[in-house]
């Protein structure tokens, strides 16, 4: 068995741990550690306490993928829900689609008996309309959100520099390897956004045969070049986890125009191994493990990697 999850899965990874050590499969243990995250306010990149969009509205996304069977479930710019990781595994459980979307997605929660939740954080919402102040005139303030967003979006380019996910890989007591993630996703992002956490492929990624990897930060990039799935299919055609993760850096690296950025991805394979690496990353990042030859979860610093 193998767990690993970027930093801020701080609230929940050891409750992740011991559901895993109980022989639980490794998505329902994955969700229960990640619904400690996303009820935390004290991350500012998930759940409740994460960012608004524009308009200071709170749009979720989260994705879950079971390795062995491949199946995935996905909900994007999801209102009015904190646990969205465990709806994503609803629709992958429920129904024959793969991902549900904004108002859907919240008619989806209410069937399932999923509570509405006030989703947005009071401090987050204090600090949102603080810094549109600092950009609005009067006139457009009284008017506000009837007017032009995309000026705003290019001046507001996330203030807190919050692009990040939490993001659980895990290869379980029965072999599967698997990935769950969560966000509240770009801050001041324009209304509807989706990043790359509720996309496979790009965001997440999991194949029981291979490994599984994700990515946090910069999701335009990962959903240009298909990074998760392209590690995992490197660890299909023979390739080691260094390679493969190598080789999705390279793709990632040529990548011209559009919004450039940091990205990180994380990987596991079946043997055991991980590896993480920060890419254009100009603070620290860390990441949590665990295996069953370490007495306590570790809190390690990922490679750096420059452009």
């Not at 062995?68 to 999801?78: F, K, L």
């Not at 603070?283 to 610093?301: D, F, S, V």
């Amino acid at each position: 068995m193998i767990l690993i999850a970027n930093s801020e899965a701080w609230p929940g990874f050891a409750k992740t741990v011991a559901a895993l050590k109980a022989g639980t499969y490794g998505i329902d243990a994955m969700i229960e550690g990640i619904a400690e995250v996303e009820r935390e306010p004290k991350v500012r990149s998930v759940g409740y306490g994460g960012w608004p969009n524009m308009i200071g509205e709170m749009e979720c996304d989260a994705g879950v993928m079971d390795g062995t069977t491949r199946e995935v479930g996905c909900v994007g710019a999801v209102p009015s829900t904190i646990p969205v990781a465990a709806l994503a595994r609803e629709v992958m459980r429920r129904l024959p689609h793969v991902m549900l979307t904004g108002a859907g997605a919240r008619r989806f929660a209410d069937e399932c008996g999923f509570v509405r939740d006030d989703a947005l954080f009071p401090d987050s919402k204090r600090v949102w309309w603080e810094r549109l102040e600092q950009e609005l005139s009067p006139e457009d303030q009284a008017k506000f959100p009837n007017i032009p967003l995309v000026p705003l979006n290019h001046t507001i380019t996330d203030p807190e520099r919050v692009r990040d996910t939490t993001v659980f890989l895990a290869r379980d007591a029965a072999g599967g390897a698997h990935a769950v993630t969560s966000t509240s996703g770009w801050a001041w992002k324009y209304p509807g956004r989706l990043g790359d956490s509720p996309i496979p492929g790009a965001g997440f990624y999991a194949d029981s045969r291979y490994g599984a990897a994700a990515c946090t930060h910069t999701g335009e990039m990962t959903m240009r070049a298909g990074t998760s799935r392209s590690i995992v299919l490197g660890l299909r055609m023979g390739l080691s986890l260094t390679e493969a993760v190598d080789l999705a850096v390279a793709d990632v690296r040529d990548l011209t125009g559009g919004f450039i950025g940091a990205l990180v991805i994380h990987a596991i394979d079946i043997h055991g191994n991980h590896r993480v690496v920060a890419l254009n990353c100009h603070e620290p990042i860390k990441y949590w493990l665990w295996h069953p030859g370490l007495a306590e979860p570790e809190h390690r610093e990922a490679e750096h990697l420059t452009a």
